[in-house]
């Protein structure tokens, strides 16, 4: 197996840190994990909020670039422009107010 040369040891080092501080912080004071960097409609309506969890920082470093922007991509494409279509149609596609939906369970 490869090893990890140190500079990407370091550069894994200077990504977890601050991501294992912000997920303490965000334990200790969970208001905080509700900051509306997208706007308040987005964070009240699709649940869109600031997540700098630490395992998205090593997946990042981990995985191939192409993959990343694969999900990247994905992600956009989901949480963009589907979710907003379904939210629009809730009721008719779906059960309003199906259980598991918009970050209820």
């Known amino acids: 197996p490869k090893r990890a040369r140190p500079v990407e040891l370091i550069a894994l080092m200077?990504?977890?840190?601050?991501?294992?501080v912000w997920t303490g912080v965000t334990w200790l004071c969970e208001s905080l994990e509700y900051i509306p960097v997208f706007g308040v409609r987005a964070l009240s309506l699709?649940?869109?909020?600031?997540?700098l969890a630490p395992a998205n920082f090593g997946q990042g470093l981990i995985i191939p670039a192409r993959f990343v922007l694969s999900q990247l991509l994905g992600a956009a494409i989901s949480s963009g422009v589907l979710l907003p279509?379904?939210?629009?149609?809730?009721?008719?596609?779906?059960?309003?107010?199906?259980?598991?939906?918009?970050?209820?369970?």
Do not use: C, M, T
């Open 46 to 51: 699709y649940k869109w909020k600031l997540n």
């Open 14 to 20: 200077r990504a977890l840190v601050p991501a294992l």
């Open 85 to 105: 279509i379904a939210v629009a149609h809730e009721g008719k596609w779906y059960a309003s107010g199906a259980s598991g939906f918009q970050g209820k369970d």
